[in-house]
Nanobody, 122 residues
Framework: QVQLVESGGGLVQPGGSLRLSCAAS????????MNWYRQAPGKERELVAG???????SYADSVKGRFTISRDNADNTVYLQMNSLKPEDTAAYYC????????????????WGQGTQVTVSS
């Protein structure tokens, strides 16, 4: 089993920045790709960014150039640096982990965190 705990959410003004963290524990040797997803009220969950254990990354078009995903394998933590935040970035952000690589369907992500709320508002 793998446990994922997100932190770092909060209220920020448009144009501001936040850094989310996702700390993994347990059977972490089984993890390859880790993704950040988000879900706004009344909307479907969407993939924001992903990173493999080797450092390959992918991003949703809506966050390219503004968000950066990174991973510290020594600390078993994945980060999401979010800059130039917009009101439409408001959502609950979740991290998820899989033993597969990037690009697999969401159903193959076996482990999920509890989420952290990001609110972008003036």
């Amino acid at each position: 089993q793998v446990q994922l705990v997100e932190s770092g959410g909060g209220l920020v003004q448009p144009g501001g920045s936040l850094r989310l963290s996702c700390a993994a524990s347990g059977s972490i040797f089984s993890i390859n790709a880790m993704n950040w997803y988000r879900q706004a009220p009344g909307k479907e969950r969407e993939l924001v960014a992903g990173i493999t254990s080797g450092g390959s990354t992918s991003y949703a078009d809506s966050v390219k150039g503004r968000f950066t995903i990174s991973r510290d394998n020594a600390d078993n933590t994945v980060y999401l640096q979010m800059n130039s935040l917009k009101p439409e970035d408001t959502a609950a952000y979740y991290c998820a982990a899989t033993s597969y690589g990037l690009g697999v369907q969401e159903t193959l992500y076996d482990y999920w965190g509890q989420g952290t709320q990001v609110t972008v508002s003036s």
